[in-house]
């Protein structure tokens, strides 16, 4: 959400006004794609590494994770089963999360509130892999 919107989207009942443009403006972003899983999960491991810089060669330094190669195994098991109703739960939230009402998908609209615990279909996602 603060890579497209900026950190104080993360404020509750947050309105933008003004200022400069945001990457989700510059970029017409209005739902979530396999990619976007896969670099946010990407991201998460790396902040989790005891690795300092984001690798050019897609090598963490210090942690050896190749970071390229977990990416590339993300978006591809993503975007094989992307219509799984299971991950389109989990899009559908976070969609909602990030774009509101606007970001949707072909999936029905999660019905679940923002913190709603998604481990169940976390784990059969996990469990389809």
Not at 18 to 33: D, E, I, M, Y
């Amino acid at each position: 959400k603060t890579a497209l919107w900026g950190k104080a989207s993360l404020a509750e009942g947050f309105m933008r006004r003004g200022g400069p443009k945001t990457n989700g403006c510059k970029w017409q972003v209005s739902a979530v794609t396999p990619r976007a899983f896969a670099w946010a999960a990407t991201i998460c491991m790396f902040m989790l590494s005891p690795d300092s810089e984001f690798p050019g060669n897609g090598v963490g330094q210090l942690s050896k994770i190749n970071y390229y190669e977990v990416f590339r195994g993300y978006k591809c098991v993503l975007v094989t089963k992307w219509a799984d109703p299971h991950i389109q739960k989990i899009v559908s939230e976070v969609n909602s999360f990030v774009f509101g009402k606007s970001g949707t998908t072909s999936a029905k609209s999660g019905s679940t509130g923002p913190m709603e615990d998604l481990v169940a279909e976390i784990d059969a996602v996990m469990a389809a892999m």
